[in-house]
């Protein structure tokens, strides 16, 4: 409240009377002055002229009251993961912590202080709970959402200056634009000062995709701030693999000038698939930040053209069909060899078409081996070619991502000695051993589709060309039953293995990084050359094929799950993973989702999740709790669909911490565009407050005396003056 004077008159009667009584006052003392009249006439008409003034202007005292409105201010506080990178003391985020505190306690009963976080999404109510886990910060979409939900009178914004929007280096016309139509205040507070000391690599540039066994250039940027001695810096990549060291692709030295350095450099990969590189620096003494020495980053690998391998025993009509599927598939690149004779063999054959030179066998699974993409036994003996003692290689190429097709004859499976072989370690069936074990079951039959084979995108093409119909076929070699995680697509229809179930003629199954398919028939040619041929036009064979290599290659279009990351994977933070089914492949009934993941190297155990489904859903989001620093491979099964596999990677901060530096001149930029200041995050109180605003205001007038008082005092003094007057004779 407050108190002060004034009138009763309006303002210009009481200018009027002043006026008047200044004339008239005026001519009293040049009255007196050449009368000569004395100080009593001065006197007492000087007392009659203010009384006479007073008793028209009538003072008063007017009390007012103002209801007053504290100013508010907001404060945006950036929660992204560049602000749990070291600040002046402590991480940044605890800078900002300290600065929302300060600025609070310097505005108390001045303004009110609302905070709120801000990353990815709309800013959020602070609390001290808060972490900064967002993996951007962008500042022009939480000014968006003020503008439409929150009145402000100023506005602050705490950060590190790495801001994603709007970014560094706009330019400061720019800037005015867009926070001229904000029409407050903008400030802002710098909650580092200085880079620190630091060896990272800030960019790795590759493409997403990659072609088996074609180089692919490779481009490092290693960045070294805050005054730390890099000098030459060793660099390695290497390649993440399943329960074992790292393979590595290639070294290089980043030869650090200034601040960066750049580092070019070619890899390549050999199987197809998702893969994980990791790309590491060896950081000098004082480097402040280890973990952003290494960059973790999935990469798929496809090829151009396939290249098999396909050996056959003998020209037979299966071999025949799947021959010439190979050499009509102009995406396929074939190395084919039939076997016709042994080391002790005499090469007495006619045919111009059959190759008697002897089996390069040491060469092909010695030098070669690695330049497949997958290898096709068909029909064949390995142990009177000298192939037993590569079986080793075999399996471990498959391990390594190859992928291996055994197709059933008097000369595979049981019947060609793999029996206990490190081979029938990788296929997705067992292989009973002993000399009671049956090699073959010489009577006709027609497979059966499983309910897995029925849902595989693989046999789609299949389906579609014949439903559920498939030709009798002239016997089977025995197989045993199915390994962990491989799904039989046809089974036979009166068999079945020791565990009692139906015995598999079609199993696919992956294993460890490769996959193998079991086609325990030699009668597949009966798919194309047959009265059930003619009903599909012959492409019933070609059919089969495309989508048994298809899905080794792991091609998208025979994957029943897609497994996607639903944000960028982070350690330490909890992992979302997102299984969605190819259009038309969701269950018809109630299924269960089974999604297993594993650090590549083995270092962890599995995790393991079952989520059940209804009738219909074709996907599922499931999240893990948070995981440590490195490769993954999750394994997905849909239902009765088969196991599907993704590798992913979890780096420290993400891309946040690639570049630790903070950018307080776009801070100072982003105040001066905004009519704002820019301070540091200790002189928080420096930041001018908005002024209250008045809501509303109380007067009250209180007349000092009232008006009949100041009318006889100006007729009582008037009079006496008239008396002076006549007493001197001057009227």
């Given at each position: 409240m407050s108190e002060h004077l004034s009138v009763a008159a309006p303002t210009w009667l009481g200018w009027a009377a002043c006026g008047v009584g200044a004339l008239a006052a005026g001519l009293l003392?040049?009255?007196?002055?050449?009368?000569?009249?004395?100080?009593?006439?001065?006197?007492?008409?000087?007392?009659?002229?203010?009384?006479?003034?007073?008793?028209?202007?009538?003072?008063?005292?007017?009390?007012?009251?103002?209801?007053?409105?504290?100013?508010?201010?907001?404060?945006?506080?950036?929660?992204?993961?560049?602000?749990?990178?070291?600040?002046?003391?402590?991480?940044?985020?605890?800078?900002?912590?300290?600065?929302?505190?300060?600025?609070?306690?310097a505005a108390k009963g001045k303004a009110e202080v609302r905070a709120f976080a801000f990353g990815r999404k709309e800013p959020e109510p602070w609390s001290t709970t808060l972490t900064a886990v967002h993996p951007t910060s962008q500042l022009d979409p939480a000014l968006t959402w003020l503008e439409t939900r929150e009145r402000s009178d100023a506005l602050v914004v705490i950060s590190d200056g790495r801001l994603d929007t709007p970014v560094p280096g706009t330019s400061r016309d720019a800037l005015a634009t867009r926070f001229k139509a904000f029409g407050i205040p903008i400030h802002t507070v710098n909650v580092v000062d200085d880079a620190p000391?630091?060896?990272?690599?800030?960019?790795?540039?590759?493409?997403?995709?990659?072609?088996?066994?074609?180089?692919?250039?490779?481009?490092?940027?290693?960045?070294?701030?805050?005054?730390?001695?890099?000098?030459?810096?060793?660099?390695?990549?290497?390649?993440?693999?399943?329960?074992?060291?790292?393979?590595?692709?290639?070294?290089?030295?980043?030869?650090?000038s200034g601040e960066t350095a750049l580092v070019e450099m070619n890899v390549t990969l050999d199987t197809v698939g998702h893969h994980v590189l990791e790309v590491s620096i060896a950081a000098p003494a004082g480097d402040s930040i280890p973990e952003n020495n290494r960059r973790l980053f999935p990469v798929r690998v496809t090829r151009e053209r396939v290249r098999v391998l396909h050996v056959a025993g003998r020209p037979t009509h299966d071999v025949k069909a799947v021959r010439e599927w190979l050499k009509s598939n102009a995406s396929i690149d074939t190395v084919a060899f039939f076997i016709l004779r042994t080391h002790s063999d005499n090469a007495n054959a006619r045919d111009h078409e059959l190759s008697l030179i002897p089996f390069p066998v040491d060469e092909l699974f010695t030098q070669h081996l690695a330049s497949f993409d997958a290898i096709i036994f068909q029909d064949f003996d390995a142990q009177p070619y000298g192939l037993d003692r590569h079986l080793p290689a075999i399996a471990a190429y498959v391990n390594n991502g190859g992928g291996l097709?055994?197709?059933?004859?008097?000369?595979?499976?049981?019947?060609?000695?793999?029996?206990?072989?490190?081979?029938?370690?990788?296929?997705?069936?067992?292989?009973?051993?002993?000399?009671?074990?049956?090699?073959?079951?010489?009577?006709?039959?027609?497979?059966?589709?499983?309910?897995?084979?029925?849902?595989?995108?693989?046999?789609?093409?299949?389906?579609?060309?014949?439903?559920?119909?498939?030709?009798?076929?002239?016997?089977?070699?025995?197989?045993?039953?199915?390994?962990?995680?491989?799904?039989?697509?046809?089974?036979?229809?009166?068999?079945?293995?020791?565990?009692?179930?139906?015995?598999?003629?079609?199993?696919?199954?992956?294993?460890?990084?490769?996959?193998?398919?079991?086609?325990?028939?030699?009668?597949?040619?009966?798919?194309?050359?047959?009265?059930?041929?003619?009903?599909?036009?012959?492409?019933?064979?070609?059919?089969?094929?495309?989508?048994?290599?298809?899905?080794?290659?792991?091609?998208?279009?025979?994957?029943?799950?897609?497994?996607?990351?639903?944000?960028?994977?982070?350690?330490?933070?909890?992992?979302?993973?997102?299984?969605?089914?190819?259009?038309?492949?969701?269950?018809?009934?109630?299924?269960?989702?089974?999604?297993?993941?594993?650090?590549?190297?083995?270092?962890?155990?599995?995790?393991?999740?079952?989520?059940?489904?209804?009738?219909?859903?074709?996907?599922?989001?499931?999240?893990?709790?948070?995981?440590?620093?490195g490769g993954y491979s999750a394994r997905a099964r849909f239902g009765n669909t088969t196991t599907v596999r993704r590798d992913f990677a979890c780096e420290v901060g993400g891309q946040e911490w690639a570049d630790p530096r903070p950018a307080p001149e776009h801070m100072r930029a982003i105040a001066d565009a905004a009519r704002g200041v820019s301070v540091s995050a200790r002189d928080v109180k420096r930041i001018p407050l908005p002024e209250a605003k008045v809501l509303t205001t109380m007067r009250r007038d209180l007349p000092l005396l009232p008006a009949w008082v100041w009318a006889l005092a100006a007729a009582t003094l008037a009079g006496a003056h008239w008396i002076v007057r006549r007493r001197t004779g001057l009227l």
């Open positions: 003392v040049l009255e007196v002055w050449r009368t000569r009249s004395g100080k009593a006439v001065l006197a007492s008409g000087v007392a009659a002229i203010v009384a006479l003034l007073l008793a028209i202007v009538r003072p008063e005292r007017v009390q007012t009251h103002e209801v007053r409105s504290l100013p508010t201010v907001t404060v945006l506080i950036d929660a992204s993961r560049s602000m749990a990178l070291p600040g002046n003391e402590g991480t940044r985020f605890s800078e900002a912590q300290r600065a929302v505190a300060a600025l609070a306690d000391k630091d060896a990272h690599i800030r960019s790795v540039s590759l493409a997403s995709t990659a072609v088996a066994h074609v180089p692919v250039p490779l481009r490092v940027e290693v960045g070294c701030t805050g005054g730390l001695s890099c000098g030459d810096l060793e660099l390695r990549v290497r390649e993440l693999r399943d329960h074992g060291s790292a393979r590595d692709l290639s070294r290089g030295v980043a030869k650090v097709v055994m197709v059933g004859g008097p000369n595979s499976f049981v019947a060609g000695g793999y029996a206990g072989t490190a081979l029938a370690s990788v296929l997705p069936v067992g292989l009973e051993s002993g000399s009671q074990a049956a090699a073959a079951d010489v009577d006709s039959f027609v497979p059966t589709w499983s309910d897995e084979g029925r849902a595989a995108p693989l046999l789609g093409p299949l389906r579609s060309l014949s439903g559920d119909e498939l030709p009798s076929m002239p016997g089977t070699n025995v197989l045993g039953a199915l390994r962990p995680g491989a799904s039989a697509l046809w089974t036979h229809p009166s068999r079945r293995t020791r565990d009692g179930k139906p015995m598999p003629v079609l199993a696919i199954g992956e294993v460890g990084n490769g996959r193998s398919v079991a086609l325990g028939i030699d009668g597949g040619w009966l798919l194309g050359f047959s009265t059930f041929g003619l009903r599909s036009g012959g492409r019933a064979t070609a059919a089969l094929w495309d989508g048994l290599l298809g899905w080794l290659m792991r091609d998208p279009r025979y994957e029943p799950v897609q497994i996607e990351l639903a944000e960028e994977c982070v350690a330490g933070e909890p992992v979302h993973l997102e299984l969605r089914a190819l259009p038309g492949l969701a269950p018809k009934e109630a299924s269960t989702i089974t999604i297993d993941v594993q650090q590549l190297d083995g270092s962890t155990k599995p995790l393991h999740r079952e989520i059940a489904t209804a009738s219909g859903e074709g996907g599922a989001r499931i999240t893990f709790d948070a995981m440590p620093a």
